[in-house]
């Protein structure tokens, strides 16, 4: 091994602090839990219930947005999340009295929805509930069952399901380029955590270099896999600096 020369598994220490690389669907799925008109420019409000059971021409747009701010206040935009904050401002109660309808089966159970204003519940129907929290029927629907049912609200769609599948695949790859020599910085007031590789080097020659040398097929990846795991684990960059890379 030549002087300053170091083993990137025996050195690395994880990767620097960056934001990490999201795919498109986690892209599409941030944007589609998230407060598309915070300031309600294309709200509207078209109930008039002024009854004892709904209060919803007490609030105001103001009121609104004040309530929907809350509701997207979570950094991370989660489905289940907000499918429990949902959950908590809905009262699912029996029907005792069955009345007989022409058409179609009898309602088993009825919802009442509300939202907190000044640290009260403000009763509302269910068409102005809908409109605040941007959920359609089928999606409340969903969350009425399952509380009717004792069913914790979690979305069963998605989901990590080749993390398992892929953990052989993973560990052949992080060992592969545990295996690469690099060097370490030597500039800097403080001990760099980055380590240095060849710049005749880079992601997609050592991509190639992984899938020739490795001996089961079902080992190897797409190019994708293995630049997300190279960037995402290593803190590993391409220098004029010399380096030896196994053959």
Request: positive net charge; proline residues 1%.
């Amino acid at each position: 091994m030549i002087e300053g020369e170091h083993i990137v598994g025996d050195t690395n220490r994880g990767t620097r602090k960056r934001k990490i690389n999201t795919t498109s669907k986690e892209r599409k799925r941030e944007i589609r839990y998230s407060n598309l008109d915070p300031d309600l420019l294309n709200f509207k409000n078209n109930c008039d219930h002024r009854s004892n059971k709904f209060e919803c021409m007490e609030l105001l747009l103001a009121d609104i947005k004040i309530i929907r701010q809350n509701f997207y206040n979570d950094e991370k935009k989660n489905k289940n999340a907000q499918d429990n904050k949902l959950a908590q401002m809905m009262n699912v109660k029996e029907i005792k009295r069955q009345r007989k309808r022409k058409n179609g089966k009898s309602h088993e159970f009825h919802t009442e929805f509300y939202v907190w204003h000044n640290r009260k519940k403000v009763f509302v129907c269910q068409k102005l509930f809908s409109s605040i929290f941007n959920c359609g029927p089928r999606r409340i629907h969903t969350i009425v069952r399952k509380k009717m049912q004792g069913i914790g609200i979690k979305d069963n769609r998605g989901g990590d399901r080749k993390s398992k599948k892929n953990a052989l695949k993973l560990e052949s790859v992080m060992k592969f380029v545990s295996s690469l020599r690099g060097h370490e910085s030597h500039y800097g007031r403080g001990k760099s955590r980055r380590i240095y590789l060849s710049s005749e080097l880079n992601i997609k020659k050592l991509w190639k270099m992984y899938n020739h040398q490795v001996q089961d097929d079902s080992l190897q990846t797409n190019y994708k896999y293995f630049s997300r795991i190279f960037s995402n684990k290593f803190n590993i960059v391409m220098s004029n600096l010399i380096m030896h890379h196994p053959r």
